[in-house]
């Protein structure tokens, strides 16, 4: 079975490089054919729309650094043109072990060393985009713990006692000169930070990290941005910017590794076919060598991980969303379906498992966007109904992790179930926040086939629209996994 895993991976991995070579080959043509946008496999990709002297930008930052990684090439289009451009950073990165030990070359776990890296990381920011144009004044730094963020947004919602950072020992924003310092660890202080500079700055485009990528404080700064948004739609006034998400970490991507100006990067062979708009911006050869210096700001991260942060110093940078996902009827009545065979829309087994891939579909879907081809989801009267399709190559005992947050327009969401479902063959149990909860109706059914959750829909706080994450998986193996996706249950009035 190893040899069998080890030899598939090889095998992928080889298909991916052939891939990605194929890919900018392709790219470079059309480039110089001067075409707008350019399909890989079903992956379109657009050019970015162009900046003016009136756009109000502002690129939201996990950590010191993604925003170089990501956003280094638009950030200087942008000052070319005259725009306002600010940059948020969530956390000062200030949990990096590993390259902390690389960077200080020696061992501790005193929680003043890991806030002193974090003020290592902070200078290294403003040192970074001082090189890219963008004066100090400009950068906002929010001081919230690295790697906690995600716990913060799940668990820490209207909570007498804060979260605690794991390595820093402290429950509130240690950092003098950030604009938070003192907020204690809790969802709410995070999310009043991000409305409060999203009112008073205004910005018509926001970049902020990918819904997809893996390392869950950029997931989460994503969740937290939205959110924020949906609040403020209600205010007399605000118009919701756009947003462009950007993808920084992913299994296997970007190929190949090292510094290779000369490439294009391209969507991840796992996102790269499903319906996600694609948008691309190109670097000149400037942009280029000064995204390529600004990365190198950070030694405290390049000591360790400069053969993966180079890496993206290519010709263009890639942004993207997955599509909203509307299951309401006019009727306001959802599609009645059951965990029978013949209920669900098949699709052709695929050698290798891929993450969001696009259906192969034995018959059509009618109307938007779809979701992954092993997710399935309905609305059945007052239940919603979430389906995962077994993988075929491995056992047929599944095991599945879902994450659902619901938003209701008219109730706060710090007061909405925060909705964790852990499935092991034929139990499972609910979460709301760290509560246990009852299932309240809630029903898993599994076949030879599929893995079937029925939720009352009161259970997730009849909201308006949920995020959604799955993870399926045998053992410790997961072979489905997707990032959160925006899923409509009520139509917008």
Not at 52 to 81: M, N, T, V, Y
Not at 109 to 119: D, P, T, V, W, Y
Not at 350 to 358: I, R, S
Request: overall charge positive; glycine content about 6%.
């Amino acid at each position: 079975m190893v040899k069998y895993l080890l030899n598939r991976r090889v095998i992928m991995n080889l298909f991916i490089c052939r891939r990605s070579f194929i890919s900018s080959w392709a790219l470079a043509v059309c480039l110089c054919l001067g075409i707008a946008s350019v399909s890989f496999g079903q992956a379109i990709i657009k050019d970015i729309e162009p900046f003016s002297k009136d756009d109000r930008i502002f690129i939201l930052a996990p950590h010191p650094d993604d925003e170089a990684i990501g956003c280094g090439g638009i950030i200087q289009e942008a000052l070319s043109k005259g725009a306002d451009v600010r940059v948020i950073y969530l956390t000062n990165g200030d949990h990096n072990q590993f390259a902390f030990i690389v960077y200080e070359k020696r061992l501790t776990f005193r929680s003043a060393e890991f806030i002193h890296m974090g003020k290592v990381r902070r200078d290294e920011a403003i040192k970074a985009m001082a090189g890219l144009g963008l004066n100090k004044d400009k950068l906002i730094f929010l001081g919230y713990p690295d790697f906690g963020t995600f716990t913060i947004f799940r668990d820490y919602w209207q909570s007498k006692k804060p979260f605690k950072s794991m390595l820093t020992c402290i429950s509130k924003v240690p950092y003098k000169e950030d604009l938070s310092y003192g907020q204690p660890y809790v969802a709410e202080s995070i999310l009043g930070d991000i409305k409060k500079l999203l009112k008073e700055y205004r910005p018509n485009k926001i970049f902020v990290s990918h819904p997809a990528d893996v390392n869950v404080d950029h997931k989460t700064f994503y969740l937290f941005l939205e959110v924020a948004l949906s609040d403020l739609e209600n205010d007399s006034g605000f118009v919701r910017p756009k947003v462009y998400p950007y993808l920084i970490h992913r299994v296997g991507w970007p190929l190949p590794r090292h510094y290779h100006p000369s490439l294009s990067l391209n969507p991840p062979e796992q996102l790269s076919e499903t319906p996600l708009e694609w948008f691309s911006f190109d670097l000149n050869q400037g942009y280029i060598t000064n995204k390529h210096k600004a990365i190198l700001c950070y030694p405290s991260q390049t000591r360790s991980s400069a053969f993966y942060l180079l890496a993206f110093v290519r010709k263009n940078e890639l942004f993207s969303n997955y599509p909203e996902v509307n299951l309401y009827e006019p009727s306001g009545r959802g599609e009645k379906i059951d965990a029978g065979k013949n209920s669900f829309t098949y699709f052709l087994a695929h050698l290798f498992t891929k993450e969001d891939a696009l259906p192969v579909q034995v018959r059509p879907v009618t109307g938007g966007p779809v979701l992954p081809d092993w997710l399935n989801m309905k609305l059945e009267g007052d239940r919603l109904i979430i389906s995962v399709k077994k993988a075929q190559y491995l056992f047929k005992r599944v095991n599945s992790l879902f994450y659902i947050f619901g938003y209701n327009k008219n109730r706060p969401f710090a007061a909405m179930p925060k909705i964790r479902i852990m499935t092991k063959a034929q139990n499972f149990k609910i979460l709301d926040g760290r509560k246990l909860i009852k299932p309240g109706g809630s029903e898993l059914v599994l076949d030879k086939d599929f893995l079937v959750l029925k939720i009352p829909v009161d259970l997730l706080g009849d909201p308006d629209f949920i995020f959604i994450s799955a993870k399926a998986y045998t053992g410790n193996l997961p072979f489905h996994t997707t990032g959160f996706h925006k899923v409509n249950l009520k139509k917008r009035e």
